[in-house]
């Protein structure tokens, strides 16, 4: 009997676990996305310090998330996202519009590669 609590008491703390880093996941690419969003309109509008700003957010976001971030995401991915939120903000304070788009939509499909390996589905339960 004591091995049946026992084994029920790590299965509930392997869900609520999985549960928690599930929730945290999915609250930061919808807030990277919807920063990423922002910034690639205030750069269609040609409103820059918006758009350095968006950029900014985005970097306090992922540096905020970093710690439970680096517990369960690729490192490399990590990285790149890092790197490319500065390359963007450094676009954007040299007015160069195609480079900053070109950067923020390759930064959403990290975030969106993100956010499907993270989705609980058949494929990533098998």
């Known amino acids: 009997m004591k091995d049946v609590i026992i084994a029920t008491v790590i299965l509930v703390l392997i869900i609520s676990v999985s549960a928690t880093f599930y929730s945290l996941s999915m ?20 409103d820059y310090e918006l758009a350095t700003q968006n ?36 676009y954007i304070i040299y007015l160069d519009d195609k480079e900053a788009m070109a950067e923020l939509g390759e930064l959403t499909g990290l975030i969106n590669h993100f956010k499907k390996s993270e989705q609980v589905t058949v494929e990533n339960i098998f």
Not at 66 to 78: K, P, R
């Open 27 to 46: 609250n930061f690419c919808s807030d990277m996305s919807d920063g990423l969003q922002q910034a690639k309109e205030a750069l269609i509008e040609k």
């Open 55 to 90: 950029t900014e957010e985005c970097m306090q976001v992922l540096e905020k998330s970093n710690i439970w971030l680096s517990a369960m995401a690729n490192h490399e991915e990590l990285n790149a996202m890092k790197t490319g939120l500065l390359r963007a903000q450094q």
